[in-house]
C-alpha cells in the first residue's frame, strides 16, 4: 500500500456525527467498530511518554494521541496511542492526517488488544510503510521496535527493548527520538 492515494470513504465515515463516549477507544478493524475502555497502564504510558517525544520534537514534527488516522482501506480506521508525525505533513480533506504522513506509531499493548496490535496493526502498518512501529507491553516490560517495512505486511527489523532502558526511535533525516522508559508501569 506504500505510495497509494486514498480513493473512496475513510472508514471513519460511518462515524460521522455520532457522539462517542469519553473514556473508550473507538477504532475499526476489518469493518468491526471496537470499542474498549482506556487502561490505567496504556494510560500511564502515554503520560510518561508524550511529553519526552514533544519536547524533542520541537518544531520539527507533531505528536499525537488517539487522534483519527486516514488509512487506505474503508475497513481499518486506527487512532494510534501516540503517533509521532512528519515536519511539513497537512490534513487531508476530511480535517485527519493520513497513513504516509506518520513516521513512528507506538501502540500500548493490553490483555483485549493483544491480537490486533501484534497481527492486524502490524501487518496494515508494515504494508502502509510506516517506518517505525513500537509495541510497548506493560506484562512483559518490553518495547518491541519493527523498523523497515515491507509492502508484504511485514518489517525486516525488531528489537527488543526492556523498560528501564531507552528507547530510541530512528526518525526520518537522520533525527532520532529517546524516550526513558523507566516510569513506565510493569503490570502484574
Not at 482506556?38 to 487522534?67: C, N, Y
Not at 515536519?87 to 500500548?108: D, F, I, K, M, Q
Not at 518490553?142 to 530512528?170: H, K, N, S, W
Amino acid at each position: 500500500m506504500a505510495g497509494v492515494v486514498m480513493n473512496g470513504p475513510s472508514a471513519w465515515s460511518v462515524l460521522d456525527g455520532v457522539d462517542l463516549p469519553r473514556g473508550y477507544r473507538v477504532e475499526i478493524t476489518a469493518g468491526k467498530i471496537i470499542m474498549t475502555p482506556h487502561g490505567e497502564d496504556r494510560w500511564k504510558v502515554v503520560l510518561a511518554a508524550a511529553p519526552q517525544i514533544e519536547g524533542q520534537l520541537a518544531e520539527h514534527g507533531d505528536i499525537l494521541s488517539d487522534v483519527a488516522i486516514d488509512f487506505p482501506s474503508s475497513e481499518y480506521g486506527y487512532a494510534p496511542d501516540l503517533a509521532i508525525v512528519a515536519p511539513g505533513s497537512e490534513h487531508n480533506s476530511r480535517g485527519r492526517y493520513e497513513w504516509h504522513s506518520l513516521e513512528a506509531v507506538l501502540e500500548v499493548v493490553s490483555k483485549g488488544s493483544r491480537d490486533v496490535d501484534f497481527a492486524k496493526k502490524f501487518h496494515m502498518y508494515a504494508e502502509c510503510g510506516i517506518p517505525v512501529y513500537v509495541i510497548i507491553d506493560p506484562s512483559q516490560g518490553m518495547c518491541t521496535v519493527r523498523r523497515r517495512p515491507t509492502r508484504i505486511g511485514t518489517y525486516e527489523d525488531e528489537a527488543e527493548v526492556p523498560f528501564g532502558q531507552d528507547l530510541v526511535l530512528p526518525l526520518t533525516d537522520g533525527r532520532q527520538i529517546t524516550i526513558n522508559t523507566g516510569g513506565f508501569p510493569k503490570a502484574g
